[in-house]
């Protein structure tokens, strides 16, 4: 990690490699055979952003993210820990990651997760994608770098999926997204923000959706906090 300021970030980049296991306990001598008697898997995290300055004090922000799930001996995936994409990023009805052992990843510009026109592994009735990776590009200006209320206005362009299946995963099928927002970090209350993002790409809906229920191709977002992915 080498960013020079983390409120407003001009230089540097971060870089990050995480795995999460289990034991495989399936594979234990003895071990039941019934493979849902044990939480069982491997979870790879990869996050990389460079911060370079353009001109002045404008700032390109180039983001990378990846995600992949595994299990042991051949065995299906779990229902836990798994990704959800779309929306701000902040967890279907505000219950987030720790509550629900969930990774939601936002992708600006689309439905959030279990809406009828979310990524198709995170609406309704699915548990989730097992990969997923995601790709942004952002401008920033700051409009206030006063320590006591710091104000700056971006424009993004990202894309990404999450999928259920290995057999689904292509890095090159995404769902894109561009749009414009502004955040303030103020020290009582953090990181608050907003962005609107317009969709390019056509959302299958869920199963059993109202033909009268169209995909809403522009989206505002509510953002709290430093977002990671």
Known sequence: NSIDNPTYT???SSLSLSLALTPPYSLFPGAHPNENQWIELHKWMFDASWFTPIVGKLVLNTRAH????GSYGGRNVGPFERFKMGGAGLGYGGGGSFLVGTDYIGLRGYDDPNAAYAIPSAQNGESGGIAYNKYVVELRYPVSLNPAATVYVLSFA???????SYQQYSPY????????GARIFMSAFGLLGFDYGHAF???????GTSPSTKQDFNHFHFIIGQQIR
Do not use: K, Q
């Not at 099928?173 to 414009?180: E, H, K, P, Q, T």
């Open 201 to 207: 790409d056509t959302v299958v809906p869920a199963a």
């Open 10 to 12: 001009r230089r540097g």
């Open 173 to 180: 099928n995404l769902y894109r997204s561009a749009g414009f």
């Open 158 to 164: 990202e894309a990404g999926n999450a999928v259920n």
């Open 66 to 69: 990846f995600g992949f799930i």
